[in-house]
């Protein structure tokens, strides 16, 4: 594992502008692995120039050609495989077999996805007497979080080359090293200098500039509700486009009649995978009355499974492990009912939270409103199947979710009600085609499949 020690812009590996180094720290053991430049406005200037330099180039590059660049890279990222999981076990702490099957494995099949899009996506239509033409948006500032840190990478490099559009990434600065293998592969594939550009840093430097920088026509923000306003109200001022994927508080509804053991069982699997950060995780059970406390031990004995250390890593940071623990000790504090885990730390050494499942939450409980990011589970009681809809939709939340029914058709039913972007019915595979993102406060746009790459796109009318 080697750290740059500075950004890749236009094509090649450039000295930063400042001095300042982040430290990149293993949250399993708290030791440092490695250093990275903390980019300044004006390595963000740079990129966003160079960006702005190879536009015109690549916008009309034919989208077969696209398409061939976009496939090259998938493949180098297939072949690199087992160097960029034990990267992102490295600076993440997840457990080694989830960084090759979802760290390392997941973005290979998105990538896949749009160099099949770029080929076939149709850029141009008839409409009466008019052609219209879908283009693309020009330059992409990409800000992504550390939770997923190469799927959330390629769900917005991979679409915006696709589109035609040249992009300058911030990645999140606990996980640059995986930001970095990426920039490796786009110039092993072979992509035109410029095309992609990275700036490592922090938010509140690297992350604001390039948000703000006046060259950017879209910035694509994946993180916190708080910081995906103050983008919004940014690019707002700037008549700029955006695409925000922000908080979730998703419930996992059992509804009456349900095989109430496979829907504990994957939901606590859900909530628990990636330490509980996952912005779509399942945080909220919803049972019916008469099943509540078969459920309730079906869980307890489920999340005993998840041994820190071993399948359940720790989380990213110690900021992160303090701000779990405090909603633990609030669960407790408003009475929920503790029926595993706690807040105290489960070893002496790394960023670990023990998994926590809390039972006798009511709705209007903190941890069943506010986003906790931890391996933190709330079981809520419903009463009828409208009352449990009342509790589904009752957060400023609305990113995913799942409903189990007796069969298909009466989960379907519920899930048109649910006021979320995207819901699994009865255990629904991941599909990588299939937009997502969300409702209310959970963000603005889509990403994956051509829903994602429409958000790079903008549209021109042509009249004969």
Same mark, same amino acid.
């Given at each position: 594992?080697?750290?740059?020690?500075?950004?890749?812009?236009?094509?090649?590996?450039?000295?930063?502008?400042?001095?300042?180094?982040?430290?990149?720290?293993?949250?399993?053991?708290?030791?440092?692995?490695?250093?990275?430049?903390?980019?300044?406005?004006?390595?963000?200037?740079?990129?966003?120039?160079?960006?702005?330099?190879?536009?015109?180039?690549?916008?009309?590059?034919?989208?077969?050609?696209?398409?061939?660049?976009?496939?090259?890279?998938?493949?180098?990222?297939?072949?690199?495989?087992?160097?960029?999981? =034990?990267? #992102?076990? &490295?600076?993440?702490?997840?457990?080694? /077999? +989830?960084? @090759?099957? *979802?760290?390392?494995?997941? %973005?290979? $099949?998105?990538?896949?996805?749009?160099?099949?899009?770029?080929?076939?996506?149709?850029?141009?239509?008839?409409?009466?007497?008019?052609?219209?033409?879908?283009?693309?948006? =020009?330059? #992409?500032? &990409?800000?992504?979080?550390?939770?997923? /840190? +190469?799927? @959330?990478? *390629?769900?917005?490099?991979? %679409?915006? $080359?696709?589109?035609?559009?040249?992009?300058?990434?911030?990645?999140?600065?606990?996980?640059?090293?995986?930001?970095?293998?990426?920039?490796?592969?786009?110039?092993?594939? =072979?992509?035109?200098?410029?095309?992609?550009?990275?700036?490592?840093?922090?938010?509140?430097?690297?992350?604001?500039?390039?948000?703000?920088?006046?060259?950017?026509?879209?910035?694509?923000?994946?993180?916190?509700?708080?910081?995906?306003?103050?983008?919004?109200?940014?690019?707002?001022?700037?008549?700029?486009?955006?695409?925000?994927?922000?908080?979730?508080?998703?419930?996992?509804?059992?509804?009456?009649?349900?095989?109430?053991?496979?829907?504990?069982?994957?939901?606590?699997?859900?909530?628990?995978?990636?330490?509980?950060?996952?912005?779509?995780?399942?945080?909220?059970?919803?049972?019916?009355?008469?099943?509540?406390?078969?459920?309730?031990?079906?869980?307890?004995?489920?999340?005993?499974?998840?041994?820190?250390?071993?399948?359940?890593?720790?989380?990213?940071?110690?900021?992160?492990?303090?701000?779990?623990?405090?909603?633990?000790?609030?669960?407790?504090?408003?009475?929920?009912?503790?029926?595993?885990?706690?807040?105290?730390?489960?070893?002496?050494?790394?960023?670990?939270?023990?998994?926590?499942?809390?039972?006798?939450?009511?709705?209007?409980?903190?941890?069943?409103?506010?986003?906790?990011?931890?391996?933190?589970?709330?079981?809520?009681?419903?009463?009828?199947?409208?009352?449990?809809?009342?509790?589904?939709?009752?957060?400023?939340?609305?990113?995913?979710?799942?409903?189990?029914?007796?069969?298909?058709?009466?989960?379907?039913?519920?899930?048109?009600?649910?006021?979320?972007?995207?819901?699994?019915?009865?255990?629904?595979?991941?599909?990588?085609?299939?937009?997502?993102?969300?409702?209310?406060?959970?963000?603005?746009?889509?990403?994956?499949?051509?829903?994602?790459?429409?958000?790079?796109?903008?549209?021109?009318?042509?009249?004969?």
């Amino acid at each position: 594992m080697k750290a740059h020690d500075g950004m890749y812009i236009g094509g090649e590996w450039r000295p930063a502008a400042g001095p300042d180094t982040i430290a990149v720290v293993n949250p399993a053991d708290e030791q440092v692995i490695g250093h990275v430049p903390a980019g300044t406005a004006e390595d963000v200037d740079a990129a966003v120039r160079a960006a702005r330099a190879a536009f015109p180039g690549w916008a009309a590059t034919p989208p077969a050609e696209r398409a061939g660049r976009i496939a090259a890279l998938r493949d180098v990222l297939a072949a690199r495989k087992d160097e960029i999981a =034990g990267t #992102v076990t &490295a600076e993440l702490g997840s457990p080694l /077999p +989830l960084s @090759q099957a *979802v760290h390392a494995g997941v %973005p290979v $099949l998105v990538a896949g996805s749009y160099a099949e899009l770029a080929a076939s996506y149709a850029f141009e239509e008839k409409l009466g007497n008019s052609t219209v033409l879908l283009e693309p948006v =020009g330059v #992409v500032g &990409a800000i992504t979080p550390w939770n997923y /840190p +190469l799927h @959330q990478i *390629v769900a917005k490099v991979a %679409p915006a $080359l696709a589109a035609g559009c040249t992009v300058v990434l911030k990645p999140a600065e606990d996980t640059p090293l995986t930001a970095q293998l990426f920039a490796e592969a786009v110039h092993e594939a =072979g992509l035109p200098a410029g095309v992609f550009n990275l700036v490592t840093g922090i938010g509140a430097v690297a992350g604001q500039a390039l948000s703000e920088h006046e060259g950017v026509d879209l910035v694509s923000f994946t993180g916190s509700t708080a910081v995906g306003r103050r983008i919004g109200a940014t690019a707002g001022a700037a008549v700029k486009r955006v695409a925000l994927e922000l908080g979730g508080k998703s419930a996992n509804v059992i509804l009456p009649g349900a095989d109430l053991a496979k829907a504990v069982n994957v939901g606590v699997a859900n909530v628990m995978s990636n330490s509980g950060q996952t912005c779509s995780a399942w945080t909220r059970m919803l049972v019916d009355a008469e099943r509540y406390e078969e459920a309730v031990a079906l869980a307890a004995t489920a999340v005993a499974k998840y041994v820190p250390g071993e399948r359940i890593g720790p989380v990213v940071n110690a900021e992160q492990q303090a701000r779990v623990r405090g909603y633990i000790e609030k669960g407790v504090e408003e009475g929920a009912r503790l029926v595993a885990g706690g807040p105290e730390a489960p070893r002496d050494q790394g960023y670990y939270v023990s998994p926590t499942v809390f039972a006798d939450v009511t709705p209007d409980m903190t941890i069943a409103q506010e986003e906790i990011f931890g391996p933190v589970l709330s079981i809520l009681r419903y009463e009828d199947v409208d009352d449990a809809l009342r509790i589904a939709n009752g957060t400023v939340y609305g990113l995913a979710g799942a409903v189990w029914g007796a069969d298909d058709e009466e989960a379907v039913a519920f899930a048109r009600r649910m006021d979320t972007g995207q819901v699994d019915i009865n255990g629904g595979r991941f599909n990588p085609l299939a937009p997502f993102g969300g409702y209310k406060q959970s963000g603005v746009g889509r990403e994956l499949g051509p829903h994602g790459l429409s958000e790079y796109l903008q549209t021109k009318s042509l009249q004969f």
